[in-house]
């Protein structure tokens, strides 16, 4: 169960609920986030919801069955939307676009990206500057150095700044240069790194794991919520299967289920998701059909020149193509 707290409860108000849980045996957990106070009950008895939620200092109670609690969409039935800087918004009614290159790798790099989103009116620019990768001999990202050149030239263009996070010691460095952080498929249960996001003030997109089920990424995604942080994106970024065609199957369905299952907005990551070039726009037009509120993916000069993912990136020419139609795929989409 969630139960809502008033902002002013009193320490005495705070005891009697404490004691009518203890009486349930419910197990009680206090979170406190950006937003507002709760305590989540988790337990197995049956109970009157009504004898809690007339207690005095409660704003609102609601049970919810699912094994994630704050991220269900059993007792927030309106979809979240997520404010980012003054004029980006992210959740329903608004379809974000996040693109840039796998890897941050030059400053003429950066120049050519900031340039290409300006035309096509992209807010937010992706790019990794420390980068998971399969082998310890690639390239590995021009960390934090990297990053605060990126900042520098991004913030004169009025762009937003999504990288990925991969450790817990590099979140503090980090913040001040990024507007959202993200969880790479590969930490998509790195529980620690979950929590110590839900402390930062933040913006989160979490992608599902390589073999995650979605119960595991809503899971992950109630990590850095009780821990704080209602700032969340998950995002499906292919899975991996039986199948040997493509470098990870996508998983439309998710998109659809997510949506169902959770008041997070839901980004798509077509890039990922198939790993070929040529089919990235189809991907990233039926992720839209099915519900997704943004899509992140991958763009380069030269994709051939790349120094990482460049199989599955699009060129400046691919790309405006590929914004222009997703634009109105988003529109048609919405008109039904
Ligand atoms: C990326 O976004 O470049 C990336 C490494 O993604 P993922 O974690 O989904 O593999
Ligand atoms: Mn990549």
Known sequence: MIIQLDSDITPAEQQQ?????????????????????????????????????????I???????????????????????????DDI?????????????????????????????????????????????SSPYSFRGLGIDGLKLWHSMAKEAGIAI?????????????????????????????????????????PVLLKRGISGTLDELLQSAEYIFS??????????RGIRTFEKAYRNTMDINAIAMLKEKSHLPVIADPSHGIGVRKFVDKIA??????????VIFEVHATPEKAFSDGQQTLNFQEADL??????????LREEY
């Open 17 to 57: 609920l404490a004691d009518k849980l203890a009486s349930i045996k419910f197990k009680p957990t206090n979170v406190k986030t950006q937003f507002a106070n709760y305590l989540i009950g988790v337990g197995k008895e049956e109970f009157d919801i009504r004898s809690i939620g007339n207690l005095p200092g």
């Open 59 to 85: 704003r609102d109670i609601h049970r919810v069955s699912d094994a994630y609690k704050l991220v269900s969409r059993k007792w927030k039935v309106n979809d979240t939307v997520l404010q980012i800087g």
């Open 89 to 133: 918004q992210i959740g329903t009614g608004h379809f974000a676009l996040m693109a840039g290159p796998c890897s941050i790798e030059s400053e003429e790099q950066i120049a050519a990206t900031i340039q290409h989103l300006k035309k096509n009116r992209v807010k937010i620019m992706r790019g990794g500057v420390y980068k998971p990768r």
């Open 162 to 202: 999504i990288t990925e996070v991969m450790m817990v010691e590099q979140i503090e460095a980090m913040a001040d240069y990024i507007d959202i952080f993200q969880v790479g498929a590969r930490n998509s249960q790195n529980f620690n790194l979950l929590d110590a996001l839900g402390e930062v003030d933040k």
């Open 227 to 236: 821990h704080g942080n209602e700032k969340i994106m998950l995002c499906e």
């Open 285 to 294: 037009l039926a992720s839209i059909m099915a519900g997704a509120d943004g």
């Open 322 to 331: 590929l914004i222009s139609r997703m634009r109105k795929a988003f529109r």
